[in-house]
T-cell receptor, first 110, second 115 residues
Framework: ELKVEQNPLFLSMQEGKNYTIYCNYS?????LYWYRQDPGKSLESLFV?????AVKQEGRLMASLDTKARLSTLHITAAVHDLSATYFC??????????FGTGTRLKVLA | NAGVTQTPKFRILKIGQSMTLQCTQD?????MYWYRQDPGMGLKLIYY???????DKGEVPNGYNVSRSTTEDFPLRLELAAPSQTSVYFC??????????????FGPGTRLTVT
């Protein structure tokens, strides 16, 4: 059974600092997705990582995928308040399903 | 382009009542999903569909039913509502996860309270 774990679950950081969110999964998959959810809102797609070694960057966020280690990271560079949200990773679990991590609630303090 | 739409946005049900949550997508996606998200938690898959006429159970299907008569619509039926079904419900759609990008597009959610 595919399981997806994220850490940390909660992250409070100062503006301008760097930090990394980790997403580990238990069985082989070559597709991993990162989503953002603002409080009271829906989920929006951030990154789609489709192969080992894939790296995607958008603004202050950079995501990478290591399929051999079954690990994806979401790196935050010089955090700003607008990045405060909950971040989910999701792994393609076979042909039809996606398994979501528990989410990382990020709060960036001014 | 509307994407994925859900109605209603909010609903309060009494215990034992029934209701249908509506979901429509205009992206011609074959794959559609229903999730529930409890406060402060991640998403749990209730049901999914890989095309019109084909549905299957997810992690937490008890107390729910779905149908998929068209590519666009994927309604979720709650029968005999219980307080444990208080949650936010998200509908999502995607192209085939095994091809192309496969990312999911989410609707705005339905916030349901059962009292």
């Amino acid at each position: 059974e595919l399981k997806v774990e994220q850490n940390p679950l909660f992250l409070s950081m100062q503006e301008g600092k760097n930090y990394t969110i980790y997403c580990n999964y238990s069985t082989t998959s070559d597709r991993l997705y990162w989503y953002r959810q603002d409080p009271g809102k829906s989920l929006e797609s951030l990154f789609v990582l489709l192969s080992n070694g894939a790296v995607k960057q958008e603004g202050r966020l950079m995501a990478s995928l290591d399929t051999k280690a079954r690990l994806s990271t979401l790196h935050i560079t010089a955090a700003v308040h607008d990045l405060s949200a909950t971040y989910f990773c999701a792994v393609a679990g076979g042909t039809y399903k996606y398994i979501f991590g528990t989410g990382t609630r990020l709060k960036v303090l001014a | 382009n509307a994407g994925v739409t859900q109605t209603p946005k909010f609903r309060i049900l009494k215990i034992g009542q029934s209701m249908t949550l509506q979901c429509t997508q205009d992206m011609n996606h074959n794959y559609m999903y229903w999730y529930r998200q409890d406060p402060g938690m991640g998403l749990k898959l209730i049901y999914y569909s890989v095309g019109a006429g084909i549905t299957d159970k997810g992690e937490v299907p008890n107390g729910y039913n779905v149908s998929r008569s068209t590519t666009e619509d994927f309604p979720l039926r709650l029968e005999l509502a219980a307080p444990s079904q208080t949650s936010v419900y998200f509908c999502a759609s995607s192209s085939a996860p095994s091809t192309a990008r496969g990312e999911q597009y989410f609707g705005p959610g339905t916030r349901l309270t059962v009292t």
